[in-house]
């Protein structure tokens, strides 16, 4: 990957052997692997046993967390937030698991509708939830700094699986929680 990106540097016109950019190769390949961790990652040792006994049938909603993924058509940044929630049946997960599911699927490059639907099929199949309902809002940056230049338009999308879908009441409780 460093040789790859000494190459883009190339491309661009940029003088690889000027001081500032010695090491740019090999950090930026450093940086590329950080953020695209998601797909060394695996679900179980995210989750990590983190489900617990519970009799509650309630709502369980985890909002704000903080987004950061790519864009698979220009590999720019799309930064936001995703509001998780669901009805357990009998089993709960852990709260910093539900971030660590988004930020595993974030790592990768993306389009914000399909890492909406895959963070709610993942909370479903974990928790054996009786419905999930994930809404992800973000920036993007192939929006925001090339092309149309929107600067403020922000992208939402949202997934909803099982009562979520077809329960308006529950659809309506999670959407006035979210907002
Ligand atoms: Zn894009």
């Not at 090999?26 to 797909?39: D, M, N, V």
């Not at 699927?105 to 928790?127: C, G, M, N, Y």
């Not at 992208?155 to 009562?163: E, F, I, N, R, W």
């Amino acid at each position: 990957m460093k040789e790859h990106f000494a190459s883009i540097i190339s491309a661009i016109g940029e003088d690889l052997t000027r001081p500032g950019l010695a090491d740019t190769p090999e950090r930026a390949a450093k940086a590329f692997e950080f953020l695209t961790r998601g797909y060394q990652q695996k679900l179980d040792d995210v989750v990590n046993d983190a489900l617990f006994p519970s009799d509650s049938n309630e709502m369980i909603i985890v909002k704000d967390i903080e987004l950061y993924s790519m864009c698979e058509h220009h590999m720019l940044p799309f930064i936001g937030r995703a509001h998780v929630a669901y009805i357990p049946t009998g089993k709960v997960l852990g709260l910093s698991k539900v971030a660590r599911i988004v930020d595993m699927f974030a790592r990768r490059l993306q389009i914000q509708e399909q890492l909406t639907l895959q963070i709610a099929e993942t909370v479903k199949s974990v928790t054996g939830a009786e419905g999930v309902g994930v809404i992800v809002e973000a920036k993007h940056m192939c929006m925001m700094m090339r092309g149309v230049e929107k600067q403020n338009s922000v992208m939402k999308t949202s997934a909803m699986l099982g009562s979520f879908r077809d329960d308006p009441a529950t659809r309506t409780e999670f959407l006035s929680l979210v907002r």
